[in-house]
């Protein structure tokens, strides 16, 4: 009967004084960027329901360009109104930062996804499959591999047009990703961006059983990656009693002003907040791809269609670095003598261990891998500065990075014998030769990977370099450069490979792609020259924006 | 009974699921293991709350929930689709990219 008159109880006082519970008060101008892109996601998978199949690749075509340069168009407006410096804030009741690390990295993700869309639509690549033009996605991806179903499914010319509104909702997750500010959004914007990335990973035509394979290891890697983060989650709450990311940094700090006798409890316990630290660390040193977590991203790279690959090495390493660094600079920066050393020891094991294993690959597109987890390390260096030059130099660092990545990729689809890419190191011998201008584009990008001057990874590396050395981390510096120049070895190699050996008879030939492919590499071409040659612009946008809000 | 009891069992509920899906080889099982330990996190995040005395944990636990559905959709496709082509769901078999 008491039972029952408390829960009556309960009833009655909230309906009589419902102005206790506040509403929510959501900033919807100042979420624009995200709430575009999942909104045409959204319209995406109604195109997908209610379009015949003919009109759909259009129509998603068309859909996905719009929202994501409104999205942008919403960033660089959000940009012009300060709310990257004076005005910054933290919307959404609490939950998502608009700042200045905030909307530089949203801004350098919709760009990168802007481009990747292009390669995503390329149509011109396979030949022609019973008279309709055929993109890099499988025409029926729940069919068995060679069976009487996917034969169907070639003859009637379909196409995975999901691969869309796939990219968008990953795109949608990616732009809250760096910018959540509480440990719950932090993992939902991680669940939301990565689970379309290991359907797309499953979609491609050529080699379908690699492809699934790859799918499969990433999605089991991933969700146990993503277990230990919610875990960390779980005792970093337990220690703070709040998930909020200013909340458990006062906790961290000590300067929490009515300490309840659980919480009193609580934060005398490090054990909770080193081990959670830790362990949340891990979450996003997997998605970095960083040494020791690094062991998907090889099969996961070489499995993926490569318009994928190229998609998820710029983008998710944005995405992944903005949240790792809102996480040591805002939640954790009290801990700074506890994770510095470890970092220290990740970044050194990432630079010199990506760059030695990649020296022995023979595919084009695990040397790539291999590549971009030594880029992780050096992107670290910039980490561990915690200055504030290290912010806008890892800002930096990663705008240039992702285009030369994107361009990289994209010239890897170029290049094609009978069984669809040609992607093993043999195979490209004597390319200059054969096609002088895409061996002389991937030449430029293999040179910026290196880090030679006049090309943007010079002017990213210097960067970071310089501030990790302002930072204290000479030793960290010295190991980067001998990395780089073992990394230099492997990138001049496949130049040498391409531009001073004989071309092969059977050797692949290069397709001519649509203005789709031609305008992404183009733009890759582009950024990478004119971020080495002219970085001074580009370097001051970064400094101004890199103060994160608390 | 003291809620850090609560916390034991959810450190060993995850134990168990991370050391199951570095020791079994099927597929599913490891997919099982993973959700073994999103549980496990759950049962820590509704202790912590107990002991906070805030809703967040329990709020957060229903979030997971949603998160693991949506996780067992996507994966349980990826799954069957590699068993469809491969007839087979042991991990040790997805073995085309060695070097």
Same mark, same amino acid.
């Given at each position: 009967?008491?039972?029952?008159?408390?829960?009556?109880?309960?009833?009655?006082?909230?309906?009589?004084?419902?102005?206790?519970?506040?509403?929510?008060?959501?900033?919807?101008?100042?979420?624009?960027?995200?709430?575009?892109?999942?909104?045409?996601?959204?319209?995406?998978?109604?195109?997908?329901?209610?379009?015949?199949?003919?009109?759909?690749?259009?129509?998603?075509?068309?859909?996905?360009?719009?929202?994501?340069?409104?999205?942008?168009?919403?960033?660089?407006?959000?940009?012009?109104?300060?709310?990257?410096? $004076?005005?910054?804030?933290?919307?959404?009741?609490?939950?998502?930062?608009?700042?200045?690390?905030?909307?530089?990295?949203?801004?350098?993700?919709?760009?990168?996804?802007?481009?990747?869309?292009?390669?995503?639509?390329?149509?011109?690549?396979?030949?022609?499959?019973?008279?309709?033009?055929?993109? %890099?996605?499988?025409?029926?991806?729940?069919?068995?591999?060679?069976?009487e179903a996917e034969q169907a499914a070639v003859k009637a010319g379909f196409t995975t047009t999901e691969v869309f509104p796939l990219v968008l909702f990953a795109v949608g997750g990616m732009l809250v990703?760096?910018?959540?500010?509480?440990?719950?959004?932090?993992?939902?914007?991680?669940?939301?961006?990565?689970?379309?990335?290991?359907?797309?990973?499953?979609?491609? =035509?050529?080699?379908?059983?690699?492809?699934?394979?790859?799918?499969?290891?990433?999605?089991?890697?991933?969700?146990?990656?993503?277990?230990?983060?919610?875990?960390?989650?779980?005792?970093?709450?337990?220690?703070?009693?709040?998930?909020?990311?200013?909340?458990?940094?006062?906790?961290?700090?000590?300067?929490?002003?009515?300490? $309840?006798?659980?919480?009193?409890?609580?934060?005398?316990?490090?054990?909770?907040?080193?081990?959670?630290?830790?362990?949340?660390?891990?979450?996003?040193?997997?998605?970095?791809?960083?040494?020791?977590?690094?062991?998907?991203?090889?099969?996961?790279?070489?499995?993926?269609?490569?318009?994928?690959?190229?998609?998820?090495?710029?983008?998710?390493?944005?995405?992944?670095?903005?949240?790792?660094?809102?996480?040591?600079?805002?939640?954790?920066?009290?801990?700074?003598?506890?994770?510095?050393?470890?970092?220290?020891?990740?970044?050194?094991?990432?630079?010199?261990?990506?760059?030695?294993?990649?020296?022995?690959?023979?595919?084009?597109?695990?040397?790539?891998?291999?590549?971009?987890?030594?880029?992780?390390?050096?992107?670290?260096?910039?980490?561990?500065?915690?200055?504030?030059?290290?912010? %806008?130099?890892?800002?930096?660092?990663?705008?240039?990075? %992702?285009?030369?990545?994107?361009?990289?990729?994209?010239?890897?689809?170029?290049?094609?014998?009978?069984?669809?890419?040609?992607?093993?190191?043999?195979?490209?011998?004597?390319?200059? =030769? =054969?096609?002088?201008?895409?061996?002389?584009?991937?030449?430029?990008?293999?040179?910026?990977?290196?880090?030679?001057?006049?090309?943007?990874?010079?002017?990213?590396?210097?960067?970071?370099?310089?501030?990790?050395?302002?930072?204290?981390?000479?030793?960290?510096?010295?190991?980067?450069?001998?990395? %780089?120049?073992?990394?230099?070895?492997?990138?001049?190699?496949?130049?040498?490979?391409?531009?001073?050996?004989?071309? =092969?008879?059977?050797?692949?030939?290069?397709?001519?792609?649509?203005?789709?492919?031609?305008?992404?590499?183009?733009?890759?071409?582009?950024?990478?020259?004119?971020?080495?040659?002219?970085?001074?612009?580009?370097?001051?946008?970064?400094?101004?924006?890199?103060?994160?809000?608390? | 009974?003291?809620?850090?009891?609560?916390?034991y069992l959810s450190a060993l509920l995850f134990t168990i699921g991370a050391a199951g899906v570095l020791i079994r080889r099927n597929a599913i099982v490891l997919f099982m293991c993973v959700e073994l330990?999103?549980?496990?996190?759950?049962?820590?995040?509704?202790?912590?709350?107990?002991?906070?005395?805030?809703?967040?944990?329990?709020?957060?636990?229903?979030?997971?929930?949603?998160?693991?559905?949506?996780?067992?959709?996507?994966?349980?496709?990826?799954?069957?689709?590699?068993?469809?082509?491969?007839?087979?769901?042991?991990?040790?078999?997805?073995?085309?990219?060695?070097?």
């Amino acid at each position: 009967m008491s039972h029952a008159a408390t829960v009556h109880m309960l009833w009655t006082t909230a309906s009589v004084s419902p102005d206790k519970i506040p509403s929510p008060d959501i900033e919807y101008g100042q979420l624009a960027p995200t709430l575009i892109v999942l909104g045409a996601a959204i319209v995406g998978v109604l195109i997908e329901a209610l379009l015949p199949r003919r009109h759909r690749y259009a129509a998603q075509l068309f859909v996905s360009v719009v929202a994501l340069a409104a999205a942008f168009a919403a960033v660089l407006g959000l940009a012009a109104g300060d709310y990257g410096t $004076t005005k910054a804030r933290i919307a959404a009741m609490g939950a998502i930062a608009v700042d200045g690390p905030a909307l530089f990295l949203e801004g350098t993700i919709l760009l990168v996804a802007l481009v990747a869309v292009f390669t995503f639509a390329e149509r011109r690549l396979d030949p022609a499959a019973h008279g309709n033009r055929v993109d %890099s996605f499988a025409a029926q991806p729940a069919a068995v591999p060679g069976g009487e179903a996917e034969q169907a499914a070639v003859k009637a010319g379909f196409t995975t047009t999901e691969v869309f509104p796939l990219v968008l909702f990953a795109v949608g997750g990616m732009l809250v990703f760096p910018a959540a500010n509480d440990l719950l959004t932090l993992f939902v914007a991680l669940e939301v961006f990565s689970l379309p990335l290991y359907v797309l990973c499953a979609l491609a =035509r050529r080699h379908r059983m690699l492809s699934q394979e790859a799918a499969v290891k990433y999605f089991l890697l991933g969700a146990f990656s993503s277990a230990f983060l919610l875990f960390g989650i779980a005792l970093l709450y337990g220690y703070a009693g709040t998930v909020t990311y200013a909340g458990i940094a006062d906790v961290v700090d000590g300067q929490v002003g009515d300490i $309840t006798p659980a919480l009193a409890g609580t934060m005398g316990n490090d054990a909770l907040l080193l081990i959670g630290g830790a362990m949340v660390l891990m979450g996003l040193l997997f998605k970095i791809g960083a040494v020791p977590f690094h062991m998907w991203t090889p099969d996961v790279y070489q499995g993926a269609p490569t318009p994928v690959t190229g998609f998820m090495a710029a983008a998710t390493k944005v995405a992944a670095f903005g949240a790792l660094l809102r996480l040591l600079y805002v939640v954790l920066p009290g801990l700074r003598w506890d994770w510095r050393p470890v970092m220290w020891g990740v970044a050194i094991v990432t630079m010199l261990g990506g760059a030695i294993v990649a020296v022995t690959q023979t595919d084009v597109k695990r040397l790539l891998a291999y590549s971009s987890i030594a880029h992780a390390g050096f992107i670290l260096a910039g980490v561990i500065a915690t200055t504030p030059d290290g912010i %806008s130099s890892v800002l930096f660092y990663l705008a240039a990075y %992702s285009f030369v990545t994107l361009g990289a990729f994209s010239v890897v689809t170029l290049v094609r014998d009978a069984g669809g890419e040609a992607t093993h190191l043999s195979k490209w011998a004597g390319l200059g =030769r =054969r096609s002088p201008l895409v061996a002389a584009v991937f030449a430029v990008f293999l040179l910026a990977f290196a880090g030679i001057p006049l090309t943007s990874g010079f002017a990213g590396k210097f960067a970071v370099f310089k501030a990790a050395a302002d930072g204290g981390a000479g030793a960290l510096v010295v190991i980067g450069v001998i990395s %780089s120049a073992i990394a230099a070895f492997f990138y001049i190699r496949v130049i040498v490979l391409m531009f001073f050996s004989e071309p =092969r008879t059977e050797g692949p030939s290069v397709a001519v792609p649509s203005p789709l492919t031609s305008a992404a590499i183009a733009i890759g071409v582009v950024v990478t020259i004119v971020l080495g040659v002219a970085p001074q612009y580009f370097l001051d946008l970064a400094g101004q924006a890199g103060v994160f809000v608390r | 009974m003291n809620p850090v009891n609560y916390l034991y069992l959810s450190a060993l509920l995850f134990t168990i699921g991370a050391a199951g899906v570095l020791i079994r080889r099927n597929a599913i099982v490891l997919f099982m293991c993973v959700e073994l330990m999103l549980n496990a996190c759950n049962l820590a995040f509704v202790t912590f709350s107990r002991m906070h005395g805030n809703l967040d944990g329990q709020i957060i636990a229903f979030f997971t929930m949603v998160v693991a559905a949506a996780e067992v959709v996507v994966g349980l496709a990826i799954i069957v689709t590699v068993f469809r082509s491969r007839h087979s769901a042991s991990v040790d078999d997805a073995s085309l990219m060695k070097l």
